[in-house]
Nanobody, 124 residues
Framework: QVQLVESGGGLVQAGGSLRLSCAAS????????MGWFRQAPGKEREFVAA????????NYADAVKGRFTISRDNAKNTVDLQMNSLKSEDTAVYYC?????????????????WGQGTQVTVSS
């Protein structure tokens, strides 16, 4: 059974930074693309960023491009999301996700395992 545990959320002022981390267990972490998604109150969950199994390829939503950076450490089974220049519209619950297929591309949004989420609140 795959387990994903997020950490690092919190309250930050607009313009500030936060770093989210996701610890994975239960299958060969280095074989699967990983992603971050978010869901704001009253809105559907949306894609934020993805990283390939090797870490060589990334993909970002337009809303976060240039401000957020996704990275992974296959030796530690972790994937991080560095968030800079945060805006009030970044306020949401952020979820880590593991892709359904081995060696999937970062533009394939088929994820089958999800963490419990971590709250990020940006005050203006």
């Amino acid at each position: 059974q795959v387990q994903l545990v997020e950490s690092g959320g919190g309250l930050v002022q607009a313009g500030g930074s936060l770093r989210l981390s996701c610890a994975a267990s239960g299958r060969t972490f280095s074989s699967y693309a990983m992603g971050w998604f978010r869901q704001a109150p009253g809105k559907e969950r949306e894609f934020v960023a993805a990283i390939s199994w090797s870490g060589r390829t990334t993909n970002y939503a337009d809303a976060v491009k240039g401000r957020f950076t996704i990275s992974r450490d296959n030796a530690k089974n972790t994937v991080d999301l560095q968030m800079n220049s945060l805006k009030s519209e970044d306020t949401a619950v952020y979820y880590c996700a593991s892709h359904r297929k081995v060696h999937a591309t970062v533009t394939d949004y088929d994820y089958d395992y999800w963490g419990q989420g971590t709250q990020v609140t940006v005050s203006s």
